[in-house]
């Protein structure tokens, strides 16, 4: 028997049967094509590669890099400070972490180093972390509730010194707190934003008569009574057609109405003067304490003369506007939205207004050098330094600028390649000062030949001493101090004395002076549960890796079956003339 390639008659049959089969292949093709430019090319644009990246921001150790500790279980972002030996403003920094790649949300302040201070877990949404001044004391205040539709349904918390709620505020009337600004004047009231949804007529802007706009309202209560002080709506100065949001099918449901205004920022100064910035309408608002509108900064509704060709009014999609003085007001221009990627910049804002005149001008601006486009979120902050700290929202970095807006220290918490992903966010970043005294013990963990002590929210510890029972009266344990280690960041290690007679231990926290602060629980060495310190990469990264190593297995076993198939299609055995005779001639002789 010989073996016969499949040609001459057979050729072209073969070849129709191969257009047949590259016409799904076509197909699919096209339709990976079409899915590719819609779907995976638009993300493409967003990644921001340029020379100089540093492992860090090309996201090496994940989006998000964050550090364990051993004694708390909770996670914080590891940081990257540049230029080398920035000259950061050394007080604490106040931000609230969240997105798909931060494990442990919620509320955190850390200082100068980026090593972290104090962190609370939050499950909900927080925003708005900052210190604020209470009839002559220092509170944490936030915002934590649930995110719905681009607002907050929730309440605002104000934690003393030792991180223990205070206050919980909410607004007057059947409303409940929006998640973008709560702000506590010098008469010790709160300035609050709300959303509430209500009846509109949309037709102007295509939608239906009979819909539903998220209105704006601003109220000013007192804390401690609750009572309402002060209310403005949106919707009794600016209406649907002065929005520069899409309508984009909202509006129909009260669950999901048309946000033309979004109310992002509320600000009062000392002469009783409110500033209301509706993001959606590119509009600063002055009231007074009236309610009425005293002139509109920005948007349709503008009234300034713009005296820097265009920038002083033509912001975009803006946050945080805050007074600084009478005739000066700061504001973070995003330009940008979630639905407007561009090559222009987000940045800060100081504009002078000659209000009589109603001129408007740009006094400084303030650009990230990496060109930062922040879709969302973002603020500024004049520090009483002089110089500016602007958080950049979506993206997760703030920077520290000069007055004159020159680039101080430049602070990442996320891999800066991806920070248009928002894998990592912080609604607002400050700067401040505060003394923790938490009313809890401080934590403790035994590793190998050591001790490895935290005490979450504690500002004043200095060191550690590591105390051991000096084995005497177990009743009335007495402890000798046998080794004082200078704190060196949230988690000190403490090395353990190699001596089996130690039955317990604790640890004491010291303050400058050399007072003791605080102790942890009395422990046994012989007692301390296994501590798991492989750590490993972060689990997202890890998920992705395996995710392309199992593409390209995949893709490996496809190409070879594929390819023997390919052969096996080719080359054929088929049967000569000779091999029929000789079948024949068998098939004669065994039927004699």
Not at 229 to 256: I, M, N
Not at 382 to 404: C, I, K, M, P, R
């Amino acid at each position: 028997m010989r073996l016969n390639t499949l040609f001459g008659r057979n050729d072209q049959p073969r070849k129709r049967v191969g257009l047949r089969r590259l016409l799904p292949i076509f197909i699919l093709g096209i339709g990976a094509l079409a899915l590719f430019y819609n779907y995976a090319l638009p993300h493409l644009f967003r990644l921001r590669f340029h020379l100089g990246l540093s492992r860090y921001d090309l996201g090496f150790y994940g989006f998000a890099p964050s550090q364990r500790y051993h004694s708390f279980h909770e996670q914080s972002p590891i940081v990257q400070i540049s230029p080398a030996g920035a000259k950061c403003d050394q007080r604490y920094t106040f931000l609230a972490p969240r997105g798909d790649s931060v494990e442990h949300p919620g509320p955190m302040i850390i200082d100068a180093k980026g090593e972290l201070v104090w962190m609370k877990y939050n499950r909900g949404t927080t925003q708005d972390f900052k210190v604020q001044h209470y009839k002559g004391q220092d509170y944490l205040s936030y915002w934590q509730g649930d995110e719905e539709d681009g607002h907050g349904r929730g309440s605002w918390y104000m934690l003393d010194s030792t991180y223990t709620p205070q206050y919980i505020i909410t607004p007057a009337g059947e409303l409940e707190g929006d998640l973008h600004d709560i702000q506590i004047t010098v008469n010790d009231t709160a300035i609050l934003s709300i959303y509430e949804p209500i009846p509109a007529d949309l037709t102007s802007v295509g939608g239906p008569e009979q819909g539903w706009i998220y209105e704006g309202i601003v109220q000013e209560i007192d804390i401690e009574s609750g009572e309402l002080l002060f209310e403005w709506r949106s919707s009794h100065t600016y209406h649907p057609e002065d929005s520069y949001q899409e309508l984009a099918g909202k509006g129909h449901e009260r669950t999901l109405g048309f946000d033309y205004f979004h109310m992002n920022s509320v600000d009062k100064d000392d002469q009783g003067r409110y500033l209301v910035s509706g993001r959606h309408t590119h509009t600063i608002t002055c009231i007074d304490s009236s309610g009425d509108v005293l002139w509109t900064l920005g948007g349709k509704q503008n009234k300034f003369t713009d005296l820097s060709e265009g920038t002083a009014t033509g912001f975009k999609w803006q946050h945080d506007a805050r007074w600084h003085g009478e005739n000066q007001i700061t504001i973070f221009d995003n330009v940008v939205n979630d639905a407007a990627y561009n090559t222009e910049a987000s940045h800060g804002l100081s504009l002078e207004l000659d209000i009589p005149a109603r001129e408007a001008k740009v006094s400084q601006r303030y650009d990230h050098p990496l060109g930062i486009m922040a879709v969302s979120q973002g603020n500024l902050q004049v520090l009483d330094t002089g110089n500016v700290l602007v958080g950049w929202g979506h993206s997760s970095a703030f920077t520290e600028f000069s007055h004159d807006g020159e680039m101080i220290c430049d602070t990442h918490f996320g891999a800066s390649a991806w920070f248009n992903f928002g894998r990592i966010v912080s609604y607002r970043v400050m700067k401040g000062s505060w003394v923790g005294s938490p009313d809890t013990l401080p934590d403790v963990a035994m590793v190998g030949d050591g001790i490895f002590v935290s005490w979450n929210g504690a500002t004043e510890v200095v060191s550690w001493v590591l105390e051991v029972w000096d084995g005497d009266n177990l009743e009335k344990m007495t402890f000798v101090a046998v080794d004082k280690v200078e704190r060196s960041g949230f988690e000190t290690r403490i090395p353990f004395p190699a001596d089996d007679a130690i039955s317990y231990y604790r640890v004491a926290a010291i303050d400058a002076k050399g007072e003791v602060l605080g102790r942890t629980e009395v422990y046994s060495p012989r007692g301390a549960p296994p501590e798991d310190t492989s750590f490993g990469p972060p689990l997202g990264v890890t998920a992705i890796m395996i995710f392309l190593l199992v593409c390209l297995l995949c893709g490996l076993y496809y190409a070879v079956t594929r390819q023997r198939s390919h052969i096996g299609a080719l080359y054929q055995l088929v049967r000569s003339k000779e091999d029929d005779s000789d079948s024949d001639s068998e098939r004669g002789d065994s039927s004699v």
